[in-house]
């Protein structure tokens, strides 16, 4: 028996391989293909079935690619409408592969198609469980995704009770449990950075697995829910409804422009997307450009800030054309005209304009606040609800660009976040709706903590805050 956790730290998602005897299996692949069928190849292995646990909504799945790229069975748990090929199979229906056996247990609550796959080990004992979003390492999957027609999510609260109460916690104390993502991931609020727990740990540490009445426990999951991104609904969709080829989406939107091109493009309305670190950003960038950085959370504030079906040209690092369009695909990002032949160089060759975001030092803030400057923190409010700084307004990224009539064009701004990658961001924002007067602050909020004199408030970090509201609906 050989298991592979394949994990994607920008979209905190996990995928698994599980292979026995030439024969291999795979759990809620990514959008793109050949780390699946490389690595059955080098293991002289044949991938048999691909399973999904549920309709995604953060990520489109590479599982009807996969499938037919291997002449693999796709398989759905109970409940499981697709709109194409694949087998939906029934509660407790088991499949073989090589020595190993995987069971279907549905699990909704999640989604109504939620399913967990028990896997059994060559002597037939329950191994582990790959769970999807039904079960996180110390969370559970949030039950307001899927709201339709007559369920709230307080019914698929209640749904999610059962599933667990019914499926998982019956299991033995032993039984791995393998996660569909990680912390940083919206489909939860409460997920450990650990990827990898047992049921029994989980029985202990998990807050959604204590003892309590099916009443407390949808308060519990109901409650601090943040509105999730705007593109988890149209993920959802495609999964469910089906896509393009990723090979074709590849091609098509691998397309180099022009200066000329590019230029055109942008004059008929395309949002340009500058991929490059914030540090490379702000010496130099096509003036209008969005920066949203491929070291980070990428894919996820694209979805969080790009209308969906939003045209998109590309400004890369020179060798990351094709890595910032199959990015956007696994989002199901697919409206890309094509990228910036040359970069940044190549347009300022042409005697095109370009901007610059200015970045200081945390010692730089209090003069520069001295001269008037508001310090604008872009955390998230639970950020800041346990330390900020005193003067500082707070505007969350996500909620910027609806704010920006709320600010004062004539306003001059030190932007931070908690390292720096989100602010850089918030600062190409602002530029784009002619808010020029802004510097950017490195190291974020981690360095103005070091900072001798500077004012900060501290209050109940989120999880002290989660805490306190758990034990007293509990108690």
Same mark, same amino acid.
């Given at each position: 028996?050989?298991?592979?956790?394949?994990?994607?730290?920008?979209?905190?998602?996990?995928?698994?391989?599980?292979?026995?005897?030439?024969?291999?299996?795979?759990?809620?692949?990514?959008?793109?293909?050949?780390?699946?069928?490389?690595?059955?190849?080098?293991?002289?292995?044949?991938?048999?079935?691909?399973?999904?646990?549920?309709?995604?909504?953060?990520?489109?799945?590479?599982?009807?690619?996969?499938?037919?790229?291997?002449?693999?069975?796709?398989?759905?748990?109970?409940?499981?409408?697709?709109?194409?090929?694949?087998?939906?199979?029934?509660?407790?229906?088991?499949?073989?592969?090589?020595?190993?056996?995987?069971?279907?247990?549905?699990?909704?609550?999640?989604?109504?198609?939620?399913?967990?796959?028990?896997?059994?080990?060559?002597?037939?004992?329950?191994?582990?469980?790959?769970?999807?979003?039904?079960?996180?390492?110390?969370?559970?999957?949030?039950?307001?995704?899927?709201?339709?027609?007559?369920?709230?999510?307080?019914?698929?609260?209640?749904?999610?009770?059962?599933?667990?109460?019914?499926?998982?916690?019956?299991?033995?104390?032993?039984?791995?449990?393998?996660?569909?993502?990680?912390?940083?991931?919206?489909?939860?609020?409460?997920?450990?950075?650990?990827?990898?727990?047992?049921?029994?740990?989980?029985r202990k540490m998990n807050y959604a697995?204590?003892?309590?009445?099916?009443?407390?426990?949808?308060?519990?999951?109901?409650?601090?829910?943040?509105?999730?991104?705007?593109?988890?609904?149209?993920?959802?969709?495609?999964?469910?409804?089906?896509?393009?080829?990723?090979?074709?989406?590849?091609?098509?939107? !691998?397309?180099?422009?022009?200066? $000329? &091109? /590019? =230029? %055109? +493009? @942008?004059?008929? #309305?395309? *949002?340009? !997307?500058?991929?490059?670190?914030? $540090? &490379? /950003? =702000? %010496? +130099? @960038?096509?003036? #209008?450009? *969005?920066?949203?950085?491929?070291?980070?959370?990428?894919?996820?504030?694209?979805?969080?800030?790009?209308?969906?079906?939003?045209?998109?040209?590309?400004?890369?690092?020179?060798?990351?054309?094709?890595?910032?369009?199959?990015?956007?695909?696994?989002?199901?990002?697919?409206?890309?005209?094509?990228?910036?032949?040359?970069?940044?160089?190549?347009?300022?060759?042409?005697?095109?304009?370009?901007?610059?975001?200015?970045?200081?030092?945390?010692?730089?803030?209090?003069?520069?606040?001295?001269?008037?400057?508001?310090?604008?923190?872009?955390?998230?409010?639970?950020?800041?609800?346990?330390?900020?700084?005193e003067e500082a307004r707070n505007i969350?990224?996500?909620?910027?660009?609806?704010?920006?009539?709320?600010?004062?064009?004539?306003?001059?701004?030190?932007?931070?976040?908690?390292?720096?990658?989100?602010?850089?961001?918030?600062?190409?924002?602002?530029?784009?709706?002619?808010?020029?007067?802004?510097?950017?602050?490195?190291?974020?909020?981690?360095?103005?903590?070091?900072?001798?004199?500077?004012k900060i408030v501290s209050g109940k970090?989120?999880?002290?805050?989660?805490?306190?509201?758990?034990?007293?609906?509990?108690?």
């Open positions: 028996m050989h298991i592979e956790q394949i994990y994607t730290g920008c979209l905190a998602e996990a995928a698994y391989y599980i292979e026995s005897d030439g024969e291999a299996v795979v759990i809620d692949p990514l959008r793109e293909t050949e780390p699946y069928i490389e690595l059955a190849e080098k293991r002289n292995a044949k991938i048999k079935y691909v399973f999904e646990t549920h309709f995604h909504a953060d990520f489109v799945s590479g599982h009807i690619d996969l499938a037919a790229k291997t002449g693999a069975k796709l398989i759905f748990g109970p409940k499981a409408k697709p709109n194409y090929a694949s087998y939906v199979a029934e509660d407790n229906e088991s499949f073989q592969f090589g020595k190993l056996e995987i069971k279907v247990l549905h699990t909704p609550g999640h989604t109504m198609e939620s399913t967990t796959y028990l896997l059994k080990n060559e002597e037939g004992k329950d191994h582990a469980i790959f769970t999807g979003d039904t079960l996180f390492i110390g969370d559970v999957g949030r039950p307001d995704l899927a709201v339709k027609g007559e369920l709230t999510e307080k019914e698929l609260a209640g749904i999610l009770y059962d599933s667990l109460q019914n499926k998982i916690l019956p299991l033995g104390d032993e039984v791995i449990v393998y996660p569909g993502h990680g912390a940083g991931s919206q489909c939860g609020k409460n997920m450990s950075k650990e990827t990898v727990s047992t049921v029994g740990q989980q697995l204590q003892a309590m009445t099916k009443e407390q426990f949808i308060e519990v999951v109901t409650d601090g829910l943040g509105a999730p991104p705007a593109y988890f609904a149209e993920n959802a969709r495609i999964n469910r409804e089906g896509y393009d080829n990723i090979d074709e989406v590849m091609k098509r939107n !691998l397309n180099p422009l022009s200066v $000329d &091109e /590019f =230029e %055109k +493009e @942008f004059n008929n #309305g395309a *949002l340009i !997307l500058d991929t490059r670190d914030p $540090d &490379e /950003f =702000e %010496k +130099e @960038f096509v003036k #209008g450009s *969005l920066n949203i950085g491929l070291s980070g959370q990428y894919a996820v504030w694209v979805g969080s800030l790009i209308p969906f079906n939003q045209k998109v040209i590309l400004v890369t690092k020179p060798g990351n054309e094709e890595e910032s369009v199959l990015r956007l695909a696994r989002v199901g990002y697919e409206k890309v005209a094509g990228y910036l032949e040359g970069g940044v160089n190549s347009w300022k060759k042409a005697g095109k304009e370009t901007d610059s975001i200015k970045s200081i030092k945390a010692a730089e803030i209090a003069g520069l606040v001295k001269d008037g400057y508001q310090v604008l923190d872009v955390r998230r409010n639970s950020e800041v609800d346990a330390e900020h700084l969350s990224l996500v909620d910027l660009k609806d704010k920006i009539p709320e600010i004062n064009r004539a306003d001059k701004f030190v932007v931070h976040c908690a390292g720096g990658y989100r602010s850089m961001i918030a600062a190409s924002i602002l530029k784009q709706n002619g808010i020029d007067d802004l510097v950017n602050v490195y190291g974020g909020f981690a360095d103005i903590k070091k900072e001798e004199g500077m970090c989120a999880t002290t805050q989660f805490n306190e509201r758990l034990e007293k609906i509990l108690n």
